[in-house]
């Protein structure tokens, strides 16, 4: 095995980790709670909404890999990435007042559009300068799952704490949907600050030697070639597309299939990712015994078979509902964490090969994937609108074939997806045993 630095204590991971928690925040309410409040709260067509969505989007996944190359020039006293996630705080708390707090009923398009891109760009830069410091704070392979898993955790508390606001204003009767979102808005807005300067004070950040990056646009031809990145990328593609295309219909598929309420539906999000939070250290520790490749196969096998199996459980139960979420959410953290764990590794093997360290640009690629991904998903938005599915069905309800298109979408596509992504990596290259051999080839180089 290579030779093995500090261990991160549990203290420093849970204040570099608590960053996730305002940002997953975003993660989950921008694809989940957003398309579905300015549809019908804010009185936008859907279709107009998944446009909108989709081309901030488009222009966002132009720009990662910028920022990505831009952290990886960056030499500063203070670090690399840390200067950047400083910048990122006040650019993302104005981002959550416009978009959930000052938004009235009858704005227009432009101005989603324009507060979005905001929002966009500073949560690109906040993401980024996050798994990139991640991957330095531990090189070796298994401490480095250990990073992301904690990473992993606390975003999905994040997520738990977000979705649980909406519906505890509405449960204790304090306000309705459209109040629990602007709680959403002032939660961000007063947790970026906080955690953010918690990290910067108690995280330290390691520099890798190397080179300064240089070339052009065929630096991303060239890394894109690997058979490791392109891999990661195909499986992180796939994998962001399905529970992007879950995220988006869920409150529809609940209240229109299912029968269920906003709030209800809010609760079977909440123990969904509950499951993907009590899973999270299985697959941690199930990567350390069999490969983080192999681990998250089996995780996307598993996935797979149980998002079937919870979702076409007839309605009427919510016992039994939630109790199904909760159990097809376990596999949930696998991907998220282990595949940013993966290309970590990989930014190390092309450290090796090029001498140069181009982790920010890697993980910008994977980010752009990711979002590419959630674009993808948010075509079933498109789709509906054009079969004629309503946010707000009228008196006589929403048609049988929008219905059933509606259930397709929602069960049959995230499961093929998410067995593809297993398929994709098959015969992974960079195991275990091959990285311990990159990393005795960088210590050795010094």
């Known amino acids: 095995m290579a030779a093995s630095s500090s261990r991160r204590s549990n203290a420093v991971l849970a204040a570099f980790s608590s960053v996730c928690l305002p940002l997953a925040a975003f993660g989950v309410a921008l694809p ?42 960056t030499r500063t006293r203070w670090g690399r990435y840390r200067p950047w996630m400083a910048a990122s705080a006040p650019v993302l708390m ?8 000052m938004v009235r009923p009858g704005a227009g398009p432009g101005y989603l559009f324009g507060w979005l891109l905001v929002l966009y760009l500073g949560f690109s830069v906040g993401t980024l300068s996050q798994l990139g410091w991640a991957s330095v704070l531990a090189p070796e392979y298994d401490q480095r799952s ?17 979705l649980i606001l ?4 509405v449960q204790l009767g304090l306000g309705d ?4 979102v602007h709680v959403m808005g002032w939660a961000i807005f007063a947790a970026l600050p906080l955690t953010i300067s918690l990290a910067l004070a108690a995280v330290p950040e390691p520099i890798n030697p190397g080179d300064a990056p240089h070339g052009g646009w065929r630096i991303y031809v060239d890394l894109l070639k690997r058979p490791t990145v392109s891999r990661l990328l195909l499986a992180d593609l796939l994998l962001g597309i399905a529970p992007g295309v879950t995220g988006a219909l869920l409150f529809f598929f609940f209240d229109e299939i299912k029968g269920y309420g906003q709030a209800e ?9 509950v499951g993907g939070l009590c899973g999270a250290p299985i697959w941690a520790r199930l990567a350390t015994r069999i490969g983080k490749d192999r681990a998250l196969i089996v995780a996307s096998a598993i996935f797979a078979s149980l998002y079937v199996v919870a979702t076409l459980l007839p309605g009427g139960s919510f016992a039994l509902t939630g109790a199904a979420m909760f159990v097809a959410g376990l ?3 696998a991907g998220l964490f282990l595949l940013r764990a993966m290309m970590a590794d990989a930014g190390d093997e092309v450290r090796l090969e090029t001498g140069v360290d181009r982790t920010a640009l890697m993980f910008s690629i994977l980010s752009a994937t990711t979002k ?12 509906l609108g054009w079969i004629g599915f309503r946010a707000v069905p009228g008196p006589e309800g929403n048609s049988e074939t929008s219905l059933l298109a509606l259930q397709v979408m929602f069960v049959t596509v995230p499961a093929l997806l998410i067995a593809a992504a297993a398929l994709v990596l098959r015969n992974y290259p960079l195991t275990a045993e091959r990285h311990d051999e990159v990393r005795r080839a960088l210590e050795a180089r010094g």
């Open 177 to 180: 949907y459209v109040a629990g």
């Open 32 to 73: 989940v709670v957003l398309p579905d409040y300015y549809a019908r709260h804010v009185g936008l067509d859907l279709a107009v909404v998944g446009y909108i969505f989709m081309a901030v989007r488009a222009i966002d996944i132009v720009l990662d890999p910028l920022i990505g190359s831009a952290m990886d020039r």
């Open 94 to 101: 104005l981002a959550a007042l416009m978009i959930f707090v």
């Open 331 to 333: 596999p949930y953290a």
């Open 166 to 169: 909406p519906a505890a204003i």
């Open 372 to 383: 590419l991904g959630h674009v993808f998903a948010l075509i079933p938005f498109t789709v």
């Open 146 to 162: 250990r990073v992301y898993a904690w990473w992993q955790a606390f975003n999905i508390v994040g997520v738990i704490a977000i």
């Open 265 to 273: 539906a809010s609760i079977f999000m909440l123990l969904y990712f």
